[in-house]
């Protein structure tokens, strides 16, 4: 249960990669679900849990 946030994170950024590749044209989605996994990630380190 602690590990779902990196999953989220790696789900979001694999999604954001084939996005990036498969469909040039829909970049400002692409980069929100970028922009959504760098917050988790920060919000993960901000709250000092265990990496």
């Not at 989220?8 to 999604?15: E, K, P």
Request: glycine share 10%.
């Amino acid at each position: 249960m602690r590990d779902i946030v990196w999953i989220l994170v790696v789900i979001l950024v694999i999604g954001w990669l084939v996005g990036f590749v498969a469909f040039p044209d829909v970049g400002g989605i692409i980069h929100v679900i970028l922009v959504i996994a760098l917050i988790l990630v920060v919000y993960k380190l901000l709250t000092g849990r265990k990496l």
